[in-house]
T-cell receptor
Framework: DTGVSQNPRHKITKRGQNVTFRCDPI?????LYWYRQTLGQGPEFLTY????????KSRLLSDRFSAERPKGSFSTLEIQRTEQGDSAMYLC????????????FGSGTRLTVV | RKEVEQDPGPFNVPEGATVAFNCTYS??????FFWYRQDCRKEPKLLMS???SGNEDGRFTAQLNRASQYISLLIRDSKLSDSATYLC???????????FGTGTSLTVIP
């Protein structure tokens, strides 16, 4: 499978716990993006990487959120001290830059904070 | 003002109908435009890019009006399988973050 892979598919956690999600992009893609989507809304940008460098972070990304892409391949998104408002679908996408072919999204990780 | 605005619908149309969605964007410097399709509880998938000259892919036609800052998607001869949410996407600078609309829900009725 050469698509974008995200793990886990679903995560249920108690408020206050830390969670970590993983994204494996398409292997030749140098850009990797994290988005968050809640019901009835379009995806909202969180952050993106070019290779291992984190180039942009949204104001939505509070200090409880951190993302890494240490070797320029897979990426992790960690949420510390989860809150109920963090419940959402977390989508990862990758693209090849330069280029203008749109993103390829993974299937997402659905987080439920109880 | 949101970067991208769409009518959320829902649009309920009979099979075979023609349906059109519009989307407006706020930043006149936007460079790239796309339509994505998202099925229920699935990830968004690229439907088509939108070019200044307009482009067509089978039953789907996308148009861009830079002067008025809107893009459109026309679906002809609707199929049941076209039922989904259609997301309008704008990219300010190529390769950087995309801005998504809230999506327009389409249901094609037998």
């Amino acid at each position: 499978d050469t698509g974008v892979s995200q793990n886990p598919r679903h995560k249920i956690t108690k408020r206050g716990q830390n969670v970590t999600f993983r994204c494996d992009p398409i292997s030749e893609h140098n850009r990797l993006y994290w988005y968050r989507q809640t019901l009835g809304q379009g995806p909202e940008f969180l952050t993106y990487f070019q290779n291992e460098a984190q180039l942009e972070k949204s104001r939505l990304l509070s200090d409880r959120f951190s993302a890494e892409r240490p070797k320029g391949s897979f990426s992790t998104l960690e949420i510390q001290r989860t809150e109920q408002g963090d419940s959402a679908m977390y989508l990862c996408a990758s693209s090849l830059w330069p280029g203008n072919y749109g993103y390829t999204f993974g299937s997402g990780t659905r987080l439920t904070v109880v | 003002r949101k970067e991208v605005e769409q009518d959320p619908g829902p649009f309920n149309v009979p099979e075979g109908a023609t349906v059109a969605f519009n989307c407006t964007y706020s930043n006149s410097a936007s460079q790239s435009f796309f339509w994505y399709r998202q099925d229920c509880r699935k990830e968004p998938k690229l439907l088509m890019s939108v070019y200044s000259s307009g482009n067509e892919d089978g039953r789907f036609t996308a148009q861009l009006n830079r002067a008025s800052q809107y893009i459109s998607l026309l679906i002809r001869d609707s199929k049941l399988s076209d039922s989904a949410t259609y997301l309008c996407v704008v990219n300010m600078r190529t390769g950087n973050q995309f801005y998504f609309g809230t999506g327009t829900s389409l249901t094609v009725i037998p």
